[in-house]
Structure formats: C-alpha cells, structure tokens
C-alpha cells in the first residue's frame, strides 16, 4: 500500500518545487523523525564497520535509487514509474542469476511474465503516448540500484535489527542528500508548496520513508532477494486503483484484464510455495 502511493506522492511533491529539493526534504525530514523513534523505543544503533558497510548498502534503495525515479517525473507518469518498478522481480532474478548462480522455476518465470504482462495493460489503460526513452533508461538505472542494495544488504548480513538497518540508511541518505545543497541552492523555493504538495511530501517522510523502510527492511532479513522484489508488482496494480479513487483517471476494461493477469502471475510465481502449504 505504501508503495502503490509513493509514485503519485513523488509526482504531486515536485509539482510545485523542484525536484531535488523535494528529495532532499524528503530524508532531511525523515532524518529527525526516526531520531526519535530510536531514542524512544530505545533502540541502539549499531556503529561498528560491518553495521556501517549495511547501512551504506540500504542508501541505495534509498537516495540512490530515488534520485533517478525524481528525474524521471520530468518524462513519465506516476504509473508508468510504478510500473517499471514492477520490472524489480526481472532485475533481482537476472542478478541472483549472474552473480550467485541462483535460478528460477520455468514456471516462476513465467509467472513473472504474465504479471508483468498485466502491469503493463494496466498501466497503459488511458491509451498515454509511448514514454521517453530519457525515462525509462533513468528508471532502469533506479531499479538496478533498488535491486542491487537488496542482494548487496544480504551478502552483507550484518545481522541487526530492522529499525536500526532502516535509521542508518535513513541517516547516510539524509547525509547524501545534504551534500545535494550547494548544487541546487540556485533552485531553492522562495514559497510555501501548495496544501497537495505538503501532504506529499509529509507523506513521503512518515509514510515511503520511515515506516515502508522498516517494513522493508525486516521483510529483507526473512525472504529471499527475489521473492522480496517481486512485491513491487503488486504496487501498480495497487497504484492504477489509487490513481483512479485520488487523480480522476479513467477507469477501463484493461485494468481489469491486467488486474487477472497479475494475480494469475502470482499464483503461478509462488505456485511451488502453496503447494507445500497445503500439502503440509
């Protein structure tokens, strides 16, 4: 669910101020907050090399990857963004592949593409013009870099608490994003944003960055890179629906057809995990 928001919270937050200083907001702001949630659950962060090491990995999936998603607002809709993220699964795959000679199933494979095939029906639905090519090589180079800091966070394997992995991502993206400053400084906003960009942007900041990477991050310490990757092809499905209830996009038989497409693609994926549930 967060994640099927945080494509059009990316979109509605650089409408009215530029993009990098929306981005640098986003972790600047986030930095703080989950200060806070540390010292009041408290959680000690970890600072040894290898802790260090895990939390430069997380950063990016963090700024890294989101800095190629906010300059491809300049050529592609939030859907077409949330669909292309849903290519994660591909990526992971082809990297497990090369890397640690892990294979998929045929039928995860094709799972895979009949899911894809729905996300892309889905997506294209409102019949929108053929993306920029400028995008979609600026949103390949963001998925690259999400998938990679998932494989690079498990061979790492620093073996720490989620809530602290997430806050020391959350801290080396905020540092990051403040060396952005003296670059965009030109750029920077001489207006408050309008009440839509605001509650964007807040919701980038609670929402997509603090509590989606906790969540993220303990998913990682359970599953495998793959099957982790694999749950962005559930968000533009999810994000074609948001868009359609929040953006007034229109509603079409595509979206249906897709919709099957995906969950058949699920169903196919994880055919061999349902099998043995219920045959246990």
Known sequence: MIWALT????????????KFWSLVLRFCLAAPIIAVVL???????????????????GSFSLIVSQTFTYQATSYLSSGMIALMFGF????????????????????????????????YMNTMADGQARPDLIGLVLMFCAILTYAASI?????????????????GSIFVSATIALCFLPFIWADIPHA??????????????????VVGMFCYF?????????????????TPMLAIGFGILLNDEPFRINI?????????????YFYRDLQKLFVS
Do not use: C, D
Request: glycine share 6%; hydrophobic share 60%; no cysteine.
């Open 88 to 119: 994660a699964p591909v990526v992971a795959g082809l990297i497990a592949y090369i890397l640690y000679r892990q294979r998929l199933s045929g039928i995860q494979w094709l799972g895979m593409a009949i899911a894809i095939l729905g996300l």
């Open 7 to 18: 494509p059009l919270a990316i979109v509605w937050s650089v409408a009215e101020i530029p």
């Open 192 to 209: 408050m944003p309008g009440p839509r960009s605001m509650l964007a942007i807040g919701y980038l900041v609670l929402a997509s960055s």
């Open 151 to 167: 494989f690079w966070v498990k061979h790492i394997n620093a073996r720490i608490a989620p809530i602290a992995q997430a806050s």
């Open 218 to 234: 303990k998913l990682m310490q359970n599953v495998s890179a793959t099957t982790l990757s694999l749950a962005t092809v559930l």
């Open 256 to 268: 249906i057809i897709g919709t099957v497409l995906v969950i058949t693609g699920l169903l196919f």
């Open 39 to 57: 010292a009041t659950l408290r959680v000690k962060l970890p600072l040894t090399p290898t802790a260090l090491h895990s939390y430069l990995a």
